[in-house]
């Protein structure tokens, strides 16, 4: 079982930055591929990072290449999520998720069904 906490949301003007944090439980950490989704209002949830066991691989949406960096410190439990340059249309509530490294390997997993554990979500609002 992983329990995933995050944190760092906010309100942001157009261009700025914000880094989410996402704390995970339990000793196992490292066997997971760690991730980001975001939900939009009136959208669906949708893909924006993950990152392999032991940091080696990362995947971005398209969406956010280039914009966001996603990172994880197995030492602290933690993944990261860098977002600069932001954009209104990067305006939701941001999810932290966690994959059975084993599951998908070598791909990284980019659908909700793929995920076994989600975070409550941190909101991230960014003003034109």
């Known amino acids: 079982q992983v329990q995933l906490v995050e944190s760092g949301g906010g309100l942001v003007q157009t261009g700025g930055s914000l880094r989410l944090s996402c704390a995970a439980s339990?000793?196992?950490?490292?066997?997971?591929?760690m991730g980001w989704f975001r939900q939009a209002p009136g959208k669906e949830r949708e893909f924006v990072a993950a990152?392999?066991?032991?940091?080696?691989?990362?995947y971005y949406a398209d969406s956010v290449k280039g914009r966001f960096t996603i990172s994880r410190d197995n030492a602290k439990n933690t993944v990261y999520l860098q977002m600069n340059s932001l954009r209104p249309e990067d305006t939701a509530i941001y999810y932290c998720?966690?994959?059975?490294?084993?599951?998908?390997?070598?791909?990284?997993?980019?659908?909700?069904?793929?995920?076994?554990?989600w975070g409550q979500g941190t909101q991230v609002t960014v003003s034109s």
């Open positions: 998720v966690a994959s059975w490294s084993g599951t998908y390997y070598p791909r990284l997993p980019t659908k909700t069904n793929e995920y076994d554990y």
């Open positions: 339990g000793r196992t950490f490292s066997s997971y591929v």
């Open positions: 990152i392999s066991w032991n940091g080696g691989s990362t």
